[in-house]
């Protein structure tokens, strides 16, 4: 359960179909509550990536509701579109890092592009640096960073607005097991912030080490859903 009893995320009844009649998504309702973690887990082309993409609204649902924080983003007009992703941190396993910025450099710019005045930035880019473990690598570039350090300052990044949710797709797909493992503790800790935790993973070892809620997805369906859960497919 979450702490504090808001529903955080909801799905009534979410189908998503592609042309011609391809199912995404098949009538798939689903309630995460405020500072959840929960894995999304699934063999490939089960519904996983559909799901993410609908709860940052980069997909639309065919036919049903999609709520987040209590805000029905169904419809969700262009406009608010950026509004919802600062109340969403975003961590995908490509890092499009941008090459030629440093780390501070790169953090700094999600904030640059939401017109946040200087001075917070200045503020804001060391707290988050620290909380992923690399102020003391904020000047190197992309290139001189390995996986697991790439992958910190995305999820740095995916920080900077203080999201209500996290949503991690597959951020463990390049690493090996230590770095997968450093990842998953750091939004373990994330978590104990009270930030709710949406890992979409086909990870089982990650999963099954977690011990916390597993939401399995198989045919575009919800095949099983244990709030102590295991990957079972």
């Known amino acids: 359960m979450g702490q504090s ?5 909801k799905l009534e009844k979410v189908t998503k179909i592609y042309p011609p009649d391809v199912y995404g998504l098949k009538d798939v309702s689903l309630q995460i509550e405020a500072g959840e973690f929960v894995s999304i887990v699934g063999q490939s082309g089960t519904g996983k990536t559909t799901l993410a993409k609908m709860l940052i609204a980069e997909e639309r649902p065919t036919s049903g509701r999609i709520e987040i924080g209590g805000w029905d983003i169904t419809r969700l007009k262009e406009r608010d579109v950026s509004e919802l992703r600062r109340q969403i941190g975003v961590v995908f396993q490509d890092y499009k890092l941008l090459p030629t910025k ?5 953090v700094a710019f999600a904030l640059e592009v939401a017109s946040v005045p200087t001075k917070r930035i200045h503020d804001v880019v060391p707290q988050v640096l620290k909380i992923v473990g690399l102020a003391e690598k904020d000047k190197r570039f992309p290139t001189q960073l390995s996986g697991g350090e790439a992958q910190r300052v995305v999820i740095a990044r995916a920080l900077v607005h203080r999201p209500k949710i996290l949503l991690a ?7 090996d097991a230590l ?7 750091l939004l ?6 009270g ?3 949406v890992l979409v993973t086909h990870d089982r070892e990650v999963v099954n ?3 916390r809620r597993v939401v399995t997805l198989a045919a575009g369906q919800v095949a099983a859903d244990h709030s102590h859960g295991k990957y079972l497919i």
Do not use: C, Q, S, Y
């Open 5 to 9: 009893g808001i529903t955080m995320i």
């Open 102 to 106: 440093t780390v501070w450099e790169n």
């Open 169 to 175: 797709d597959e951020p463990t797909g390049n690493l």
């Open 179 to 185: 770095n997968a493992r450093e990842i998953i503790d």
């Open 188 to 193: 373990l800790k994330i978590n104990n912030f």
């Open 195 to 197: 930030t709710t935790v």
């Open 209 to 211: 080490g977690l011990h």
